[in-house]
T-cell receptor, first 114, second 111 residues
């Protein structure tokens, strides 16, 4: 079983559309994340949730709205998509929010905005 | 100034040699240090973590940390073609888990 799974893996959509990426982890972890990796491979944190509570929000446009219905799920909804949103979005999880915990990544969702 | 810096490479190393990957960080309060490997089109996977000054060895991999110099490195002994990947250095601070990643070093092992 995949530990951190996210869907869809590939998404091509037009500018201005709204799309969602879903993420689920079966590791029993308390903390989940969304990371964005741009074309230069720079991986940057967007959001972090601990037990459904938002703990990190890294200067992300408010077109991006995470939702955590329970601690095993963290979905990402993006409104009014722009060309610059094209990237790979990685969901991840860790045991808890303590510094030093290993972060486990999902397989990524390749978003292309045309 | 970038928070975590790595040489983007590419770094080419002959098979069987030692590959040395370096990383510097700006936050003196950083507590935890990780090396992730990312194959093209795949997700990052953890190779090693280190918290204390000195060396930590795991098989062919050795992580070295020098907090005074704000420097962390990864050595790969007996390099194999399967080690060809991008290696991401990640640094964590206190409190809420917020890993800051470097841009990665692309390593190529030449047979």
């Amino acid at each position: 079983d995949t530990a951190v799974s996210q869907t869809p893996k590939y998404l091509v959509t037009q500018m201005g559309n709204d799309k969602s990426i879903k993420c689920e982890q079966n590791l029993g972890h308390d903390t989940m994340y969304w990371y964005k990796q741009d074309s230069k491979k720079f991986l940057k944190i967007m959001f972090s949730y601990n037990n459904k509570e938002l703990i990190i929000n890294e200067t992300v446009p408010n077109r991006f709205s995470p939702k955590s219905p329970d601690k095993a799920h963290l979905n990402l909804h993006i409104n009014s998509l722009e060309l610059g949103d094209s990237a790979v979005y990685f969901c991840a999880s860790s045991q808890d929010q303590g510094a030093g915990n290993t972060i486990y990544f999902g397989e990524g969702s390749w978003l292309t905005v045309v | 100034q970038k928070e975590v810096e790595q040489n983007s490479g590419p770094l080419s190393v002959p098979e069987g040699a030692i590959a040395s990957l370096n990383c510097t960080y700006s936050d003196r309060g950083s507590q935890s240090f990780f090396w992730y490997r990312q194959y093209s089109g795949k997700s990052p996977e953890l190779i090693m973590f280190i918290y204390s000054n000195g060396d930590k060895e795991d098989g062919r991999f050795t992580a070295q940390l020098n907090k005074a110099s704000q420097y962390v490195s990864l050595l790969i002994r007996d390099s194999q073609p399967s080690d060809s990947a991008t290696y991401l250095c990640a640094v964590g601070g206190q409190g809420a888990q917020k890993l800051v990643f470097g841009q990665g070093t692309r390593l190529t092992i030449n047979p």
